[in-house]
């Protein structure tokens, strides 16, 4: 690809003049290799883009280098108590024979400091993973130097509530506020979100179950006449979560 200089000359912009030697190969193979093409068609785009030799043997050492420092992050050590773990899943393309979406599934720990870090992340198959799955995830972490987590935050992965208990047995399990919002939703018209997510706040902010309450008592959003009412149950979700705070033995 070249660039015109107004001076009726042109410049190429992607392999520069003189210039011997492509600098940042392990980017663009990495990119490229992300987007799921093979070694072969990387190969084949640095030949056809930028007019190099970029062998598949070369191509296969630049990425099994980062599958060592992958690998290496993956297995270091881990503080050995986390105020909370936010597990949560991503859809992401992956090759494994050929290429398609799967979840990866992230854990994010949050230290006594208030330090977030990604403790991990493990591809699924897709199809809702097994209690077993989850143990083999929640022991890696005690593996790897994890000895208590206060909470567990999640919400709707299958089977994972079901091992917190045999890996950390005085872990409490606390649903994620996002998801209890977006499941209110499901329960309330279109023309009522609005003024029921801003009704909602001060109930899953509040500092006690107590709080949380009488947020309940007191809201009544405008052109709902209760949220209750609104969402056909007897209390809202953002109320029932704070079960999981009053019943804590710390």
Known sequence: ?????????????????????????????????????????????????????????????????????????HTRPLERVYAAVFIDALHVKIRDGQVGPRPVYAAIGVDLAGHRDV????????????????????????????????????????????????AFPDTVVQTCVIHLIRGTFRYAGRQHRDAIAKALRPIYTAVNAEAAAAALDASRPSGVTDIRQQLGCGATPGVNSYRSWTTTPR
């Open 1 to 73: 690809m070249c660039r015109a200089t107004g001076r009726g000359s042109f410049e190429p912009e992607i392999v520069k003049k003189r210039q011997r030697r492509l600098t940042d190969v392990d980017e663009v193979v990495l990119s490229l290799y992300a987007r799921g093409l093979t070694t072969g068609e990387i190969s084949a785009h640095f030949a056809d883009i930028y007019g190099a030799a970029v062998s598949k043997d070369t191509i296969s050492r630049i990425t099994d280098r980062v599958v060592e420092e992958m690998t290496a992050w």
């Open 119 to 166: 403790l991990g992340m493990w591809a699924g198959e897709g199809d809702g993973e097994s209690a077993k799955y989850w143990l083999a995830v929640l022991t890696e972490l005690k593996n790897r130097g994890v000895a208590d987590i206060f909470f567990l935050v999640c919400d709707g992965l299958k089977g994972l509530p079901q091992s917190v208990g045999a």
